[in-house]
């Protein structure tokens, strides 16, 4: 929660920070905006108001026949009252009011349509989301023609909405009336059709509708009916299993010969009761003839023959009862069978009787509800009927006037104040956003971060913006401090003590690279080094003009001629600075650096000063830099705050360690405190050195040399060296 709140101040310090940078782009876009607003407010015509209020009121227009529910009825409100809001505006509404008041002539407009035009674009309605109330407000040179055109839209548009309500209301009747007479003829042919199917169905009495609890008259005599289809079902039913049952029986005695019929006698119900009889005397001879054999008499025997006759006789007349029973089962099979068809006919015609009745029934029925139906819908349209004819002969005011136009005395139009503050607010949010916009598409270098990440090295300094020349100030100046810290940060970033011969370059003319190296050779002799610098620009030399010295004499003379060092190096008034000028221009000035006698020149300067400061063109674009990169020990690269292009500064880097060279750091200069307050940590000694503060800096006194130290090793102070260089020429 804390790194989002934290996230949020630094999104909101960073807003205002781009404000800062931008505030004379945001002053502008105001002003320019504001004034514009101003001026065309000020050649805007006057204007006067008619303003009409009404309120509108909510009356049903449709008519409606099934009145289902109440949101069936009524329009939703908002719509309702959006609808008529928007018919004021109608040609509808308004051509009414351009032919009343002769608009068109009045305005000496060629057409009706030119007259609408203006007509509605002078005309303002307004409304409330919750609320009934509208307001109709027309503007025009004239107070008093301002008012009429405001009434008689109001009037117009009554008149308007009353007719087309009436309207509405007679199309209704009419429809309603036709609906009417169709219901009555649907009526009519309804109660025949009730008539025919109650002759049909032989229904006595009045058939209730199905609505009733009442019973209807054919209730009972149906109830009968179903009775009687009951009981035929029932003996159709037993007269067809009759026929199964003798059918079978007569199938398994046909099956049966001789013997087995005889055998099968005794269990049948004959109707001969002399059967038994005489099975029991078949029964008797044949236990008789068992014993005649069993006796030893043989089947020749008379004795045994004459049994075995009596055995045949007796079979002979069973068989004839049996096939005399079989014979009485076949004629009740045929009975059966003509029984069952009949009973069969009989029912299915009771059936198709009962049908038809019912079938009849169904339609009385049927009938008696459509005509119940239609006289209720007969009920309900005939009320709708005079309910509408009855609105028709009563109309309702369709709006309600609370406030009618009257001339004004002060115009309404331009609205001075309202034009006023838009402007200041339209142009303060075009000054923000052109401000963010460009900001955004800035790619210069905006912060110390940007110069370390992009480059990978560390800035060794921020020099404030209007930095003037220290040895020429007098008395105590704050900038100078700037520098100091630019002098320390190069002792500690020096990773070899004999590396003390540094030039300075920058991406581009006019990034303050002669100023900073100037000040810098000033701090570093206020110290105690023995600083020589070297004005290597022999494109556009400036140094010579920091020190008011001539030009004439200098570097290209020793690097041409052979010249003593002694001749062309010049002393400063600043005690430990010594000064090599450019000399005169040469045409060659890449091949006139890129000699031996250049190379000679920084070994012997080095052994004889602490310090070689040499200033180069911008590396970009020229060769001079790239040459002296090589030959120095370090480069410095000067970045002038939110000039360079970040690609322009990598591509600076590049070129430098392309020829060989190192880059020692980055001096960021020319910030602007003001308005980049995230730089005011860098440069706190402003507060520290005030006026309020009586001690004085430690750079007002000859300073310690610092002990060389590995990068991001704190320094330590360390002896003096001495005050004069090392084998002084002078």
Not at 147 to 158: G, I, K
Not at 252 to 270: P, Y
Not at 355 to 381: C, G, H, M, R, W
């Amino acid at each position: 929660m804390r790194e989002n709140g934290n996230e949020l101040q630094q999104q909101a310090l960073d807003s205002w920070q781009v404000i800062r940078n931008r505030f004379g782009l945001i002053i502008l876009s105001f002003l320019l905006v504001f004034a514009t607003a101003a001026i065309i407010t000020y050649i805007m015509p006057r204007k006067y108001r008619g303003r009409v209020e009404m309120k509108i009121e909510r009356i049903q227009n449709k008519v409606h026949v099934f009145q289902r529910s109440t949101e069936d009825m009524m329009a939703p409100s908002d719509v309702v009252i959006k609808n008529e809001f928007e018919s004021i505006t109608k040609p509808e509404t308004l051509y009414p009011v351009i032919e009343k008041l002769d608009l068109q002539k009045r305005w000496a407009l060629p057409n009706r349509q030119a007259a609408l035009s203006k007509l509605k674009g002078n005309l303002d309605t307004q409304s409330s989301v919750r609320s009934d109330f509208v307001v109709i407000e027309f503007f025009d040179p004239d107070p008093v023609l301002a008012a009429e055109v405001a009434n008689a839209v109001y009037q117009s548009y009554m008149t308007r909405r009353v007719e087309v309500e009436s309207k509405q209301k007679q199309d209704a009747l009419a429809m309603l009336g036709k609906q009417i007479s169709e219901q009555e003829q649907l009526r009519d042919q309804a109660r025949l059709k009730m008539q025919e199917a109650r002759k049909k169905g032989n229904i006595v009495g009045e058939w209730f509708s199905s609505g009733t609890n009442s019973t209807a008259p054919g209730a009972n005599l149906r109830t009968t009916e179903d009775s009687m289809v009951m009981t035929r079902e029932q003996a159709l039913l037993q007269a067809d299993l009759e026929v199964q049952s003798l059918r079978a029986e007569i199938e398994e005695l046909s099956k049966l010969e001789g013997d087995e019929l005889v055998s099968r006698a005794s269990g049948l119900k004959l109707e001969n009761t002399n059967v038994t009889s005489m099975m029991a005397e078949l029964n008797k001879l044949q236990v008789t003839r068992e014993g005649l054999v069993n006796a030893g008499r043989g089947r020749k025997h008379p004795e045994v023959m004459g049994v075995d006759s009596q055995i045949v006789l007796s079979k002979q007349l069973i068989l004839d009862a049996v096939k005399a029973h079989l014979a009485a089962l076949q004629t009740r099979l045929d009975f059966a069978q003509k029984r069952y068809e009949a009973l069969k006919n009989s029912n299915e015609d009771a059936k198709a009787e009962m049908f038809d009745q019912q079938s009849a029934q169904n339609d009385y029925k049927t009938a008696v509800d459509d005509v119940a139906y239609i006289e209720n819908l007969l009920l309900q349209l005939k009320s709708s009927y005079f309910e509408t004819k009855a609105g028709l002969e009563l109309v309702k005011s369709p709006a309600t006037l609370y406030a009618k136009a009257e001339p004004e005395g002060k115009p309404a139009k331009p609205n001075v104040a309202l034009n006023l503050a838009l402007g200041g607010v339209l142009g303060l949010m075009l000054g923000v956003g052109l401000a963010f916009f460009l900001e955004y598409m800035d790619t210069s270098v905006k912060s110390l971060d940007d110069v370390e990440r992009f480059l990978g090295v560390p800035v060794l300094a921020v020099i404030p913006k209007d930095v003037a020349v220290l040895h020429r100030a007098s008395g105590f100046n704050p900038d100078a401090e700037a520098y100091r810290i630019l002098r320390t940060n190069i002792e500690f970033n020096r990773r070899n003590p004999d590396a003390n011969c540094i030039t300075v370059t920058s991406g581009g003319a006019g990034e303050g690279k002669s100023t900073t190296l100037c000040n810098l050779a000033f701090v570093c002799a206020q110290g105690g080094y023995s600083v020589l610098l070297i004005d290597a620009d022999l494109r556009r030399p400036r140094m010579h003009t920091l020190f008011d010295v001539s030009n004439a004499v200098g570097l290209t003379n020793y690097l041409t001629t052979n010249v003593q060092l002694e001749e062309v190096v010049v002393r400063t008034p600043v005690d430990n600075l010594y000064f090599l000028p450019s000399g005169m221009l040469p045409a060659d000035s890449a091949g006139v650096l890129n000699s031996q006698r250049m190379s000679e020149l920084i070994a012997d300067a080095k052994s004889r000063f602490d310090l070689v400061l040499i200033d180069s063109p911008p590396i970009l674009g020229v060769s001079d830099a790239s040459v002296l990169s090589n030959e120095a020990d370090l480069t410095l690269i000067v970045v002038q705050h939110r000039k360079l292009p970040r690609h322009m500064l990598m591509r600076v880097k590049q070129t430098v360690e392309n020829v060989g060279g190192t880059v020692l750091g980055v001096v960021l200069n020319n910030v602007d405190l003001r308005s980049d307050s995230q730089y005011q940590y860098y440069t706190s000694y402003y507060t520290y050195y005030s006026p309020n503060n009586t001690a004085a800096p430690a750079g007002s006194k000859p300073e310690k040399r610092k002990k060389q130290v590995q990068p991001g090793h704190v320094a330590q102070a360390s002896p003096a060296p001495s005050q004069t260089p090392r084998g002084d020429l002078f």
